[in-house]
């Protein structure tokens, strides 16, 4: 399974950007998503996943009432979209995918995207 990660880019605090998470060689259908980020000179953190339904999602405290994830299997495809954005959410995006339950864990997830810059200017 290949991972595409898109959709970063420069933005003003207070914007939105939707990223994206296609998956290739094979459907993920069945497994569970999750974005994780890594800004400079920091760990990896966990930002959000969504089982394989769609229908339960979980956030990390930093990003809940502002970031939402969904999916569409019909695509292949994962989304985030971050709203009301400010400079601390400046990283490295990262998704990744499991074939089962959700986790926070990174170690837990098998395939990971490439990740896609987001920068956010105050």
């Known amino acids: 399974v290949q991972l595409q990660a898109s959709g970063g880019g420069l933005v003003q605090a207070g914007a939105s950007l939707r990223l994206s998470c296609t998956a290739s060689g094979r459907s993920f259908s069945s497994w569970t998503v999750a974005w994780f980020r890594q800004a400079p000179g920091k760990e990896r953190e966990f930002v959000a996943s969504i089982i394989w339904s769609g229908i339960n999602t979980y956030y990390a405290d930093f990003v809940k009432g502002r970031f939402s994830i969904s999916r569409d299997n019909t695509k292949n495809t994962a989304y985030l979209q971050m709203n009301s954005l400010t400079p601390e959410d400046t990283a490295v995006y990262y998704c990744?995918?499991?074939?089962?339950?959700?986790?926070?864990?990174?170690?837990?997830?098998?395939?990971w995207g490439q990740g896609t810059q987001v920068t956010v200017s105050s």
């Open positions: 990744a995918a499991r074939s089962g339950g959700t986790s926070r864990a990174q170690l837990s997830y098998d395939y």
